[in-house]
């Protein structure tokens, strides 16, 4: 079953066509990367479906339901949640606060003007539960702006998957890594999102073989291939637009 | 236990020195405290927004005013309005004002939310200047009788008494200040310094945007009510300027940055500073607004966080000093 389906989606910037008929599917519970070059459209297709902007035309599917041009929040509350390429934390509040709001979220209180956030013993436990699983704990009171790039990073995600959504969508969760960074968050990446379903932005071709059931190709705005990662390597047209110039580097 | 004890004794101390204050310090600075603590809150009530929330905002001194403006006409039309109901009403005055301005103001932050706001305080400021029938334009409403606090049938306190009105006016923002401490305390006040971070982020966390901002702008908008409400009591006359004015929007905001917009008690510390500073300069020259400006350049450029903000990082300096002094004298 798709949980993820997008039917004839374009948008534009100011007549600048950025995605075209963009038909795109993701499966319940598997791992599906988006690649590309730069340019391709990629970041636009997942602020697109996130809520960010409202295609110009065609649909947006999750759970078979249409969410064309929903809100975020409203996004977040039925179980979508995201991460940005651009590190996007809380900067100046600590890594703790920056998760207990996921966990508020998660647990639907938004509005609770009549107690003391410090005494609601269940959401600090759960918080501190969530930092010792991503390995912050020792970073709890640390605010978000003067953690490590690496561990800022994983905070981004861990912030995307706080609200315990059931797809993830991760925009270059790697980006600026070191190769020993990049494979502490792919191993993070891994068990957070074990039994979820995820659509995660890459560039790195090491961790999208590593992790992706599926692969979906863009190119120019336009869908090139979709396939397993094996069926993408072989695939003579994604050679030649990315891989191939990727191959080359 | 002990821990808790010594938590109290401040608070206990300074309840003791509010309730002796008046019957020491005379009529001319029970008087000089009221004005100081309804500034308090009403600088409190701006930096709800300004501080916790991220937005300037230009035009506060339009629920301060409505507020004031409100609870005067109020107690001059309808005979015999009790005096809580008149605070009342100034809180809810500026929380509809609120309301009815925060579809378009939770939309906006940066420089169009300060805009917006100025924009709006000067149309009310001119409107009630012209709106002569009900406000007085120039000359506002006064004159209007303060009713006692009274439980009918058993207590009736002369407001008109002012050690009697310090007492009240001291216990209302006390009331006030505790709530507004509470909330900042709270899973939404929580949310509100979020959106002041990454408002974006917010919103991808499942939260919606306008209404957190829109319930915590009618909040602000409730105490600055208050404020006002408590203002015109005091005052007994209510004239655009002096609560509707652009001074009486500045006024605050200077507080709050003076103090420090980053705490709680911030704006308090700044109304405190602002009013001494007011009755040493005023001996000298009327041009206070000159003084405070020179003292708001010092505040921004030296100490950005305030007041309140530079004491907690002398406080930190010391206790890091201090520390290092110890392990250096325990290695040798």
Known sequence: MNILETKGLYHDFSGLEVLFNINFQVEEGERHAVIGPNGAGKTTLFNVITGTYTPRRGKVFFKNKEITGAKPHRLARIGMGRSFQITSTFSRLTTFQNLRMGILSKRGIRFNLFRKLDKMKTITNETDEVLKRINLDGERDIPASLLSYGKHRSLEVSLAMSTDPELVMLDEPTAGMSKDETHTAVELIRRLTEGKTMVIIEHDMDVIFSLADRITVLHLGEILAVGTPNEIRENQAVKDAYLGEMEEE | ?332
């Open chain 2, 1 to 332: 236990m002990r821990d808790k004890l010594y938590k109290w004794i401040p608070w206990v101390v300074l309840f003791i020195v509010l309730i002796i204050y008046p019957h020491v310090a005379g009529i001319y600075y029970t008087n000089f405290f009221v004005r100081f603590a309804i500034y308090a809150l009403f600088a409190v009530s701006l930096n709800l927004l300004l501080g916790y929330m991220g937005v300037l905002s230009f035009g506060h001194a339009m629920f301060f005013g409505t507020g004031a403006y409100m609870t005067a006409i109020v107690l001059t039309h309808i005979e015999g309005f009790p005096l809580l109901p008149a605070v009342l009403v100034g809180g809810v005055t500026g929380g509809v004002l609120a309301l009815i301005l925060s579809p378009l103001l939770v939309r906006v932050s940066g420089t169009a939310f300060a805009m917006l706001t100025l924009a709006f305080g000067q149309l009310i400021f001119v409107a009630a200047l012209k709106f002569r029938e009900v406000t007085g334009g120039e000359d506002g409403v006064g004159g209007y009788p303060i009713p006692p606090l009274s439980i009918p049938g058993i207590i009736s306190i002369d407001m008109k008494d002012q050690v009697s009105f310090y007492y009240f006016a001291v216990v209302v923002v006390a009331i006030c200040l505790y709530i507004l401490w509470y909330y900042t305390k709270t899973p939404f006040g929580s949310l509100i310094v979020g959106i002041r971070d990454n408002a974006m982020r917010v919103s991808y966390l499942g939260f919606k945007l306008s209404h957190t901002k829109a319930i915590n702008l009618i909040v602000s908008g409730v105490f600055a009510g208050i404020a006002g409400a408590i203002f015109a009591l005091f005052q007994n006359l209510v004239s655009t300027i002096g609560v509707l004015d652009i001074g009486n929007c500045f006024l605050p905001l200077l507080m709050a940055y003076i103090g420090g917009i980053g705490s709680f008690f911030g704006p308090i510390v700044g109304s405190a500073v602002l009013h001494v500073l007011e009755f040493l300069v005023i001996r000298f020259t009327e041009r206070i607004g000159l003084v405070n400006g020179v003292i708001f350049i010092v505040v921004v450029l030296f100490a950005p966080m305030g007041l309140v903000g530079l004491l907690r990082m002398v406080k930190e300096r010391w206790f890091t000093r201090s520390a290092n002094q110890m392990s250096t004298g325990t290695s040798s």
